[in-house]
């Protein structure tokens, strides 16, 4: 009795050892009677002085003991969100979507985006970047009491429309306690329709060209209560030129904090971005490897008339996975869709480029979201932010443009501590140059070899197919003009290399008969050594990727410094722009039966900048009973179309930001 008795003392517990049944003593009873009478009293006076507050007055109480904390934030020891001083709401709303666990990038920028400072992190993909930004936009309008009259107050750009719509509904997800406001407008719908409820939005999820839009086209439009500034592509949206042209011409206040984060390190974005306080912070920097430990990359050197045979294999032994095969051009992607689709190798395939309207983008992306095992051939489009769940295979059957567009499109599989495997094909003339990019970005890749007894060749079904299909044959015709253009404008010579490509033989294996013919290639070979490049200061293009995501930035370009142009010039428009973006993209000879085409489809690539719809009215409804409401996309069909030019040079841009003049001119 006497051990156990020190034991328990040891822990700090009383025991009672006057055995079972033995009377308690009544002193110690009331006491812990009073002791705990007088907690639940003070309880209550608490309660009752707090009902007397107007609830803002407590939230506020509440907000300055969180704020107290954020200087306490120490980084080393969080390991859950709820080590950080974060508002209840925020809090319930990670739990309910199940994020519990902070991951590294989120462990090292959240405090510092709580304590005011601009932060520009950078993390492998998958790593969680997007609630790394997230968190605090939640948090700054919290802490502010936003409420939906205040207008907007947090601004996040992403470069596609389907990372907007992405990030749109983690912010829905775990913002749904919250009583702000979020919109989505991203383009693909008519522009009255957003323009008419963007002022009641706090938190604006868009695309930069829509957005220019709006600043542009939406009278009532303004930001002057901006108060934060929000990507997780920020190289992407620096490349597009936006946040530069923000900060010293479009006014952009300079109170506003900004929270970026993206894949790399980047010496060269900080130089861009003017941050007031800035701190960055490097996840990976000494990491070994720049993609995650859990994907298994490997590479394979194929002939180019290979190429739909190894794929055509690849997905007959792969038909429970969940795959993503990457091309260089929407017409490719539009033909071997189709082709696949006859071939029937067993599998469900969908196609995501930037040619289909908006709703089909939209419903694309969703069913692959939902399918368990499916191949999904996309265009670049889909290479950054997108994080589809459980895709087991990243198939680059085209070259990337370099080593970053490599490990963007490969982190669409092992995402957040999954497993994953990319494949890389790559031509014998690609494959030196290639290679010792991705060892150079410390991106492990080891070659494989295929066995060729595993090899379907399918060359002869795709002959039959267009022998009876007019339309197929005149796709395959695209397709194979599209590819050799894609080579012929690559920026890196030394890996792309139009000459070494077997034409007929590439023909051949699309299943046409003869090689159609390609002027530009024709020019190119009689004079070898004049290259159809047009420098960028003369405002063209200049050779570039035939990546969606480089047309993007392109025509972006283009339109910008047309548009900037004007601007300073009063807004008048020029003559000789009226179709300037059209010659921006097309300067190179244009001859071709092709080259209608090839404009329209850069023009369709331009979309994402143009005036199109966005947000529903059927969604924000369903949304309407939540705290947290949002304005959505419109769920209709409308076919989306390239109404450029004209209307682009028409209205010059207000000052949306709201800065005194003064102000304005000092930075223009
Ligand atoms: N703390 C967390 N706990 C659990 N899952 C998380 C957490 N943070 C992020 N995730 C999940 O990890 C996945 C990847 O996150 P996210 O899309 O933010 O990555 P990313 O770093 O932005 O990638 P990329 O560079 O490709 O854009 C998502 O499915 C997300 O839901």
């Not at 010496?267 to 701190?279: I, T």
Request: proline share 4%; net charge positive.
């Amino acid at each position: 009795a006497a051990a156990a008795a020190t034991a328990a003392a040891a822990m700090g517990k009383t025991t009672d050892f006057r055995g079972p049944g033995a009377r308690p003593d009544p002193v110690r009873s009331f006491n812990r009677w009073k002791k705990k009478h007088s907690h639940k009293q003070s309880q209550k006076k608490q309660l009752r002085k707090q009902l007397k507050k107007p609830e803002w007055q407590v939230e506020r109480e509440v907000i300055s003991r969180l704020m107290l904390n954020y200087g306490k934030i120490n980084v080393n020891e969080i390991t859950r969100f709820s080590d950080f001083p974060l508002s209840k709401k925020t809090l319930k709303g990670l739990q309910e979507a199940q994020y519990r666990l902070v991951t590294e990038i989120q462990k090292q920028t959240i405090g510092l985006a709580l304590q005011g400072k601009d932060v520009l992190g950078a993390a492998k993909t998958g790593s969680g970047k997007t609630l790394a930004f997230l968190v605090p936009v939640l948090e700054a309008l919290y802490r502010l009491q936003w409420t939906s009259t205040d207008g907007l107050g947090v601004l996040i750009i992403s470069p596609t429309r389907e990372l907007a719509y992405q990030t749109f509904e983690v912010l829905r997800k775990v913002g749904k306690n919250h009583d702000f406001s979020a919109g989505l407008i991203i383009g693909g719908k008519d522009l009255k329709h957003e323009a008419e409820r963007i002022n009641n939005i706090n938190i604006l999820v868009c695309t930069p060209g829509r957005l220019l839009q709006h600043m542009d086209e939406t009278i009532c439009f303004h930001a002057t209560n901006l108060q934060m500034l929000g990507s997780d592509e920020a190289d992407r949206i620096l490349d597009m030129a936006l946040l530069n042209t923000m900060n010293a011409i479009e006014n952009l206040p300079r109170n506003v904090q900004t929270c970026f984060s993206q894949q790399q390190k980047s010496v060269k974005d900080l130089a861009r971005l003017s941050l007031k306080n800035p701190e960055y912070v490097w996840v990976h920097e000494k990491a070994k490897y720049s993609t995650p430990a859990t994907l298994e990359q490997n590479y394979i050197v194929c002939q180019l008339q290979q190429k739909i045979s190894v794929l055509y294999s690849f997905l007959r032994s792969h038909l429970k996975k969940k795959s993503i095969v990457f091309f260089s051009s929407c017409k490719e992607v539009q033909y071997l869709f189709r082709v696949f689709c006859r071939l029937r190798p067993g599998i469900s395939i969908l196609a995501l480029h930037g040619r289909q309207q908006q709703m089909r983008r939209m419903e694309v992306y969703n069913e692959f979201v939902r399918k368990r095992a499916a191949v999904l051939f996309a265009t670049d489009i889909a290479a950054r932010g997108l994080d589809f769940p459980a895709v087991n295979w990243v198939l680059q059957f085209d070259c990337p443009e370099d080593a970053n567009t490599y490990i963007h499109r490969a982190g669409r599989t092992a995402r957040y501590k999954e497993d994953g495997e990319a494949l890389l094909i790559l031509l014998p003339s690609e494959e030196k140059g290639m290679v010792q990019q991705l060892l150079q970005r410390k991106v492990p890749v080891k070659e494989i070899k295929i066995n060729p007894e595993k090899l379907i060749d399918v060359q002869k079904k795709l002959e039959s197919f267009l022998a009876q299909d007019q339309d197929l044959k005149e796709r395959a015709q695209r397709c194979f003009v599209s590819y050799i253009r894609s080579v012929y404008l690559m920026k890196d010579k030394e890996i792309f290399d139009v000459s070494k490509l077997p034409i007929p033989e590439y023909a051949l294996s699309l299943g046409l008969a003869v090689a159609p013919r390609v002027r530009f290639l024709q020019k190119m070979q009689k004079q070898p050594n004049k290259e159809l490049i047009v420098s960028q200061d003369k405002k063209v293009s200049e050779p570039r990727a035939p990546s969606l995501s480089n047309d993007e930035v392109e025509e972006f370009r283009a339109y910008f410094s047309e548009k900037m142009s004007i601007l300073q010039k009063g807004g008048k428009r020029p003559e000789e722009t009226e179709d300037g973006l059209v010659n921006g993209i097309s300067d190179e000879e244009e001859e071709e039966k092709e080259s209608e085409e090839e404009v329209e489809e850069k023009l369709g690539k331009a979309k994402e900048y143009q005036p199109h719809s966005g947000p529903s009215t059927d969604e924000s409804q369903k949304h309407k009973e939540a705290p947290m409401q949002f304005l959505d996309r419109d769920d209709d069909n409308e076919e989306e179309e390239d109404e450029l030019g004209a209307d682009f040079f028409k209205v010059k841009r207000h000052n949306v930001f709201g800065l005194d003049l003064k102000e304005n001119k000092a930075l223009q």
